[in-house]
Structures are given as structure tokens and as C-alpha cells.
């Protein structure tokens, strides 16, 4: 065996050392168990398995007729008896959100309604205990230390997610690298699961296809890249420094495509801005392009707003709406004081023609005398003081109006009544003359009017256009401002293309530099591939783990490069083995927990097949005491005679009868 398990490439040859500090595996599963009902009591365990570390089969053998093979004869006895719905169900056990594609489900709930899946795992040495129902409402949960029939009893239930804490703890706290690069998303522990787990669906076709749309695991959906990164970080191919420098790499790249964008754009923008100013301004200015442009243009403002500000004192100094408002004010004041003597002097004319109506009927011996000597005595006062109008010579102020009362029997009739004439006459000739100074006022108050609205039309017009004179000289001064703006950033983005062209070479070359220090492990690794690969496929041929940029390739070579489906397969298997074994060797943070679902292609040679059995077998023989492993293999291809029995051999299953199958009915 010493001779089988060496590492290539070292001399002497030595066997396989597993890592002192690393005992026991990160993460393994003690026991399975499926129950009708989460009961004490054997009546309600549908099936019950043991798991040990190292090497666990779970075999299915086909049962052959024993008269022979003949056409339409049961051929799938080993094929329907529960080896994929055993891995289903320890995958739903750690932590998979499902255990079985929709139609299965559905026929498991029909004949197990209040059925439970329950396992004891390990978890960094420290066990736990966790159950998760068939039905959907029931709550999952987990139990510190091991034991099915204590977390059926009056164990302290924890919530479920207890326990996928610990697990994602322990598996990725040593991870050189938790957060993906693109995203800065953390690696979670159902990210890596998957990859432990493969799906048998998936035919073991590609190292990177964990999951098959198929199987329905509503595992989360991962890219290539993401992949490729979570491989290398188990690996520990990749540190965090790396992704660190990669998502600045990532950040240069995008802001050099940005200033690459934005540098003609804005040299657009400022060549625009620059015509719209030329546009406002009535002349062809400099291209922005130039350190002219920007004085150039300044010191046209500068001499357009001397302009506007002449004008601007020109249009105050001219300005007489003030004065002509004063006018107009005064005009009014006139033309309300005419209005009002007009108005005195007619009142006072038809008071005393009605005086001298009476007094004329006198003289004339109207019968009517008598009623007119019982009127009141006619008014003898205006609205003139007495004083101004004795001033103004007014005739009505030199006598009082007749009374006719004091007078009736003092004065002849015919005398009153020439006098009284005589004061209706100046009244009259009064009255004319106040119609003619209220003409004149409302002709002067017309023409200051006029005048005002005239003066007022033509400041605002004058001062509209000011004020259009000053918004284009604003609109102009921002559009400079902006070109100017557009103009420095677009150099500015030019500046920063040429710099980030150097950034972005000097991010490779860190990122070349922190390669480097992954190559040996790299290195390592395909030293470790190339060992299983050849222990797999014979001495003869050479593997290797290429690496391009970020991702890995695996590669077979015998007399030039081979690929075929068989050989696809054997070389994902290698791959996983290779991480099982680096791992066991304290290389990488792969957590020691691998499950294989039938991987058998039926063009695989069966000795190479079985050699998977035997290389498994030779792990555990490196150890002294228990492996630090836990493989767990289901098939249906017989395994190899000596390993056909304890403690190898875990469960074995027929698809005939129903109680030989693993959940022991038909589905």
C-alpha cells in the first residue's frame, strides 16, 4: 500500500501523513433515521442507519433471474430501491431546503403524513442532534449533543437554524476567502452543500454542476464564476486579499468604461454650450477646446453688461412717470373742485329761479300768492365761507336772498322781483363759467393721463428689453460657466483613463503577485489530482489542475489530451477525491464530508470502478486510530468482495420487496 499511496513528484516516495490538527472531519453524519411519527418507540422508525467515519456504502444490487436474462423481465430492482432518497434525505438533514422533486414528495406525504427525518451530526466535534418534517407547517429543530431518542423525549429543542449556524461556523470560518467578488456577498453554508452532495441527477458530468434543475433542491442558484470561486476558496487557491484586489480591479474596470463614455460627451456638451453662447451673443467665439474661450468670452460679457448698465441709468434718468403721476393727481384735484362749484352754483341758481318765480307770480296777482307766503324763507348760505366769497366780489354774498316774509310788506312786489332778476342773471353767467373750468379740468386731467400712459408704455417697453438683454447676458454667463465645466471634466475623464489604464495594470500585477502565493498550493493540488487520477486510471497517464484567469480546469493526458463521458466523471470523482484527500493532508478547508450518489457511468470499466472502493479504503488505512473522513457512496454496481460486510458496508436495499426498499413501501 506504502507504494500505491505516494505523492508524485516527492523523493522517496512517502504514504499519504494526515494533518495532526485536524482529527476528525469538519462536519459528519453519526446516524439517519425516518419516523412515522415523532414518537419514542420502534413502531414508528421506518429506517434506522448507522454512519461511520471513513468509508460508508450504501448498495443496491440488481437481482438477477435465476432463469437467466430474457426480454420483459424486472431490470430495475436496484434502481427504484431509495439509494437517491437516501441522499435526498441527508442532504434535507444538514440543511437543503427539499428532500425529493415535487412528485415524490407528494407520494412520501401520502404515505408518511406526520413522518420526520432525523440525524445526528457532528459539527466540529461537538454533536447535534436535528429533525425535519415530511409535512409542510411542522417546525424543524435541533438538539444539542447526540441522541434520536433524547430529542424525542424532553430535550431542549432549539430552532433548527441552531444548528445551521454551527455548521456554517465551523465549515467556513476557515475559508481564506467568504465573500464572492462580484457581489460582496458572503459564502453561505447551503453554497457550499450542494458541492458535497452532488446531484445523481447531474450524471457527475462537469466538476461545477452541483445541482440539476430536475432534482428540484431549490438550492441557491449559483453563476460558473461563483462556482469556480467557491472551489478555489475551499481549495485555498484564492485568499481574501485576492478578492479584495479583484473587486478593485472590477471597480477600475467599470470607472474607466464610465470616463470613457462621459469624456466625449461632455466635450460634446461644451462645444454646444459654446455655439448657444456665440448664438446670444452675435459672434463666433473661440472652441471651448482652447484656454481663449473662457476669457474671450468673459470679457465680451464684461463689456455687454457695461452696456446694460448704461442703458439701465439712462432709462432711470428719463424716467417722468413720477412726475407725470403727480400731474395727473393734481389735474384730478382741479377737475373734483370744478365738479363741486359747478354743482354749488347750479344748486344756488335753482333756488332762487324758483325765488324769482314766486316774486314774478306776485306781480302778476297770481292765485297762488298765498300758498307761496307759507313757504319757508329761501337758504342763505353756500358752501363758500362768507369771508372768501365777499372777497371774490360774489353778487349773492353782497345782499341776502329775498324773504318774503321781512319783505312782503316792506318792499313793492315789482321792486323784489327786478332785484331778484338781476341776482338769477349773475347766477346764471356764474354757472357758465364754472361749466367752462370744469371742461377745462377734465381736458388737463385727459392730457396728463395721456402723457402718463405714454412715459409708462415706454419705460416698460425700454425696460423689457433691458431686462431680455440681461437674462440672455445670464443665460450666456452660465452657459460659459457650463462649458468650461464640461470641458474640465472631459479633460478631467481623459486624465483619469490614462490613470486608470495604470491602476488597473499595477491591480494586475498585485493580483499576479497574490496568485503567486496560491500557485504553490495550486501546484499542490494538481500534484494531488495527478496521485488520484493515476490511482484511479493507472500509473500511465498524467492529471493536472489548470488554471486560466479565475478558473480551473482538469485534465487527463495519456498520449495527448482524452475526454469522454466515462472519463468526464472519473475525472469529477478524482477532483472531489483530490479535495478530500488535500484536506485530510491539512492542505485547503474542504470539511471532510463527501457523498457520491451512484456515480457509475455504464461505460466505466468496472475494475475502475471499483477502484474508487479500494482508494477509499486506502485513506482509512493511512490512520492509526478513526479517519478524519466521511464517505459516503451508494451504487449499484457490486463493491469489492472484501468490503461487502462491517463496517464498510451501511445499508443495503432492493427495490423488491416493498420492505427492502428504504422507506420499506412502494411510492
Not at 393727481?329 to 333756488?351: C, H, S, Y
Not at 307766503?373 to 349773492?396: F, H, I, T, W
Not at 490613470?499 to 503567486?516: M, P
Not at 470539511?591 to 457520491?596: R, T
Request: with cysteine; hydrophobic share 40%; charged share 25%.
Amino acid at each position: 500500500m506504502n507504494d500505491q499511496f505516494r505523492l508524485p513528484g516527492l523523493d522517496p516516495p512517502r504514504q499519504i501523513q494526515p494533518a495532526v490538527d485536524r482529527p476528525e472531519p469538519v462536519l459528519w453524519v453519526r446516524r439517519l433515521a425516518v419516523l412515522r411519527e415523532l414518537e419514542p418507540g420502534i413502531e414508528h422508525v421506518v429506517r434506522d442507519v448507522e454512519l461511520n467515519r471513513g468509508l460508508n456504502i450504501v448498495w443496491a444490487p440488481p437481482q438477477p433471474s435465476a432463469e437467466g436474462n430474457a426480454l420483459f423481465r424486472s431490470g430495475v430492482s436496484g434502481h427504484t430501491a431509495g439509494k437517491t432518497t437516501f441522499c435526498r434525505l441527508l442532504r434535507y438533514a444538514l440543511g437543503e431546503r427539499t428532500f425529493a422533486a415535487e412528485p415524490i414528495r407528494s407520494r412520501i406525504r401520502q404515505h408518511f403524513p406526520a413522518g420526520w427525518v432525523l440525524a445526528e451530526v457532528a459539527v466540529a466535534g461537538a454533536p447535534w442532534t436535528v429533525a425535519r418534517p415530511f409535512a409542510i407547517g411542522a417546525h424543524p429543530f435541533c438538539v444539542q449533543g447526540f441522541g434520536i431518542d433524547a430529542a424525542l423525549g424532553d430535550g431542549e429543542r432549539l430552532d433548527y437554524q441552531a444548528f445551521q449556524g454551527a455548521a456554517a461556523q465551523a465549515v467556513l470560518s476557515q475559508l481564506p476567502a467568504r465573500r464572492f467578488p462580484a457581489t460582496d456577498d458572503p459564502i453561505r453554508w447551503e453554497h457550499l452543500l450542494p458541492w458535497l452532495t452532488r446531484d445523481q441527477e447531474c450524471r457527475f458530468s462537469d466538476f461545477l454542476e452541483w445541482r440539476h434543475s430536475s432534482s428540484q433542491s431549490e438550492a441557491p442558484a449559483l453563476t460558473a464564476e461563483d462556482r469556480q470561486f467557491v472551489v478555489r476558496a475551499v481549495l485555498g487557491l484564492i485568499s481574501d486579499e485576492e478578492r479584495q484586489e479583484q473587486q478593485t480591479n472590477a471597480r477600475l474596470v467599470t470607472t474607466k468604461k464610465e470616463a470613457a463614455r462621459r469624456e466625449p460627451l461632455l466635450a460634446h456638451q461644451a462645444e454646444v454650450d459654446r455655439q448657444r453662447v456665440g448664438r446670444l451673443l452675435g459672434v463666433d467665439l473661440t472652441v471651448a477646446a482652447t484656454e481663449l474661450f473662457g476669457s474671450e468670452a468673459r470679457d465680451l460679457l464684461e463689456q455687454r453688461k457695461a452696456e446694460l448698465d448704461a442703458d439701465v441709468a439712462r432709462l432711470a434718468s428719463s424716467d417722468q412717470r413720477a412726475e407725470l403721476q403727480q400731474a395727473v393727481e393734481r389735474a384730478l384735484e382741479v377737475e373734483l373742485n370744478a365738479r363741486r362749484d359747478l354743482r354749488d352754483a347750479e344748486g344756488r341758481l335753482a333756488a332762487e329761479k324758483g325765488a324769482l318765480d314766486l316774486l314774478e307770480a306776485t306781480v302778476r296777482g297770481n292765485s297762488q300768492v298765498g300758498l307761496v307766503a307759507a313757504l319757508p324763507s329761501g337758504r342763505d348760505y353756500c358752501n363758500v365761507p362768507m369771508k372768501l366769497a365777499r372777497e371774490q366780489q360774489c353778487p349773492l354774498a353782497i345782499g341776502r336772498p329775498a324773504d318774503f316774509g321781512e319783505q312782503r310788506g316792506e318792499r313793492a312786489a315789482a321792486d323784489e322781483a327786478a332785484r331778484q332778476r338781476q341776482l338769477v342773471s349773475a347766477l346764471s353767467a356764474r354757472v357758465d363759467e364754472a361749466q367752462r373750468g370744469l371742461a377745462a379740468a377734465q381736458s388737463a386731467t385727459a392730457d396728463t393721463r395721456r402723457a402718463l400712459l405714454s412715459a409708462s408704455t415706454t419705460y416698460e417697453e425700454q425696460r423689457a428689453k433691458i431686462l431680455g438683454r440681461s437674462a440672455e447676458l445670464t443665460q450666456a454667463e452660465r452657459l460659459v460657466e457650463n462649458a468650461e465645466a464640461a470641458w474640465e471634466e472631459s479633460l478631467q475623464h481623459a486624465a483619469v483613463t490614462k490613470q486608470i489604464d495604470a491602476d488597473i495594470e499595477a491591480s494586475y500585477a498585485r493580483q499576479e503577485q497574490l496568485r503567486a502565493r496560491s500557485r504553490q498550493a495550486l501546484a499542490r493540488f494538481s500534484r494531488t489530482f495527478d496521485y488520484v487520477a493515476r490511482a484511479l486510471l493507472g500509473d500511465e497517464l498524467h492529471g493536472s489542475v489548470d488554471t486560466s484567469g479565475r478558473a480551473l480546469t482538469l485534465v487527463i493526458d495519456y498520449l495527448g489530451e482524452r475526454d469522454s463521458a466515462a472519463l468526464a466523471t472519473l475525472k469529477l470523482l478524482a477532483f472531489d477525491l483530490a479535495a478530500l484527500t488535500s484536506s485530510i493532508e491539512g492542505a485547503g478547508s474542504f470539511p471532510c464530508l463527501l457523498v457520491h450518489d451512484g456515480p457509475r457511468e455504464a461505460d466505466m470499466a468496472p475494475e475502475i470502478y471499483e477502484r474508487l472502493f479500494l482508494y477509499a479504503r486506502g485513506l482509512e488505512q493511512c490512520f492509526a486510530g478513526e479517519p478524519s473522513f466521511q464517505y459516503i457512496l451508494t451504487t449499484t454496481t457490486r463493491p469489492p468482495a472484501e468490503l461487502l460486510r462491517e463496517p464498510w458496508l451501511r445499508l443495503e436495499l432492493a427495490g423488491t420487496p416493498a420492505d427492502h426498499r428504504l422507506l420499506r413501501v412502494d411510492l
